[in-house]
């Protein structure tokens, strides 16, 4: 059995802000997760639908991997990514960063994973992986997956080769702390600014604040939309609270790094920041109860109820990133 020594194996609520977390510590950065996510500007919006799928998606962050490029980028770490299409050089370059005492990010579908309470593809999924023997690789996942934990070599190789949506081709990446790391302090106002920035600012209309106004537009009309209201809208519902997010669609966790920010800068525009997102966790997880209920009921004053807070909800949070961008 291979093991890097002294990993600290605490699961924290989302993938990749616990994976980055397990190889930050390694190097002797310890974070919080909120401090993670913020630092990575992690927070974004999405609203995705298309005709080749069964229901509507609402997405909290940026894309899968778009963090922790952020996050080791602000604060002047070395990330090393690899990828490739031979699952026998995959291994290799897993196993070599290992075998020299260093933990390894792994991008694959969480839903071939020996351990996964819930057997759904998502191939944007991050693990840490901190050894291995002749059956078995030895991971860290979020608390609610178990944190420290271990799937079989052939579960993990298969859950490295999925293709599809937000796949990746057996990436796998190490975190490496210079010298002289940048104060993640000095970094939280630049990771701030870039996030409001893009939110503010989305390309396409499915994104930022008209993403959240673009959603109260069509939520009104999801009982017609889904073919089995039934199954859909509580599992919108829980994909919104319990899916990695932190609660609130990541909401909570945003709110906590403003906090947390608050307590080292001070600022007028930070604290409008805070309590406007603080007001934005709570109508989110009231989104969610809503859209729950309404496919639990079949009622869609529900849906109508859930479409006037996602418009207070888009004012709220466009107001916030304003204050923001301010600093």
Not at 318 to 325: C, D, G, I, V, Y
Request: charged fraction near 20%; hydrophobic fraction near 40%; aromatic fraction near 8%.
């Amino acid at each position: 059995m291979t093991t890097v020594k002294g990993i600290d194996g605490r699961g924290m609520q989302h993938c990749e802000t616990t994976a980055v977390g397990v190889l930050l510590r390694h190097e002797g950065l310890d974070l919080s997760e909120p401090m993670l996510f913020g630092l990575g500007s992690g927070l974004s919006f999405i609203y995705w639908d298309s005709k080749a799928m069964d229901f509507p998606f609402l997405g909290g962050r940026v894309k899968p991997f778009e963090l922790t490029r952020n996050l080791t980028a602000g604060l002047g770490l070395e990330l090393r990514v690899e990828e490739t299409t031979s699952p026998r050089k995959a291994w290799q370059n897993v196993a070599a960063p290992i075998d020299a005492g260093r933990p390894v990010g792994l991008q694959l579908d969480s839903y071939h994973l020996d351990y996964f309470s819930t057997k759904v593809h998502f191939a944007g999924h991050v693990v840490a992986m901190y050894g291995y023997d002749e059956k078995d690789a030895y991971l860290v996942d979020t608390a609610p997956q178990g944190g420290a934990v271990s799937t079989g070599l052939a579960a993990l190789a298969r859950a490295r080769a999925e293709r599809g949506p937000m796949s990746a081709r057996h990436r796998s990446f190490t975190i490496t702390a210079p010298g002289n790391v940048i104060s993640p302090q000095d970094r939280i106002i630049p990771a701030i600014k870039a996030c409001a920035d893009a939110f503010l600012n989305p390309p396409i209309a499915n994104l930022g604040h008209r993403g959240i106004e673009k959603t109260a537009r069509q939520v009104p009309k999801w009982l017609q939309r889904s073919g089995s209201p039934r199954e859909h809208l509580p599992r919108a519902a829980v994909l919104m609270e319990r899916a990695g997010t932190g609660g609130a669609l990541f909401r909570n966790l945003y709110r906590d790094f403003l906090a947390e920010c608050a307590e080292l800068i001070d600022s007028s525009h930070l604290r409008t920041g805070h309590g406007l997102y603080a007001e934005a966790a709570a109508l989110w997880t009231r989104v969610a109860a809503l859209l729950a209920t309404a496919g639990e009921s079949g009622d869609e004053k529900h849906l109508m109820q859930a479409g006037a807070v996602l418009h207070e909800l888009a004012r709220i949070e466009r107001e916030a990133m304003q204050a923001l961008s301010m600093l």
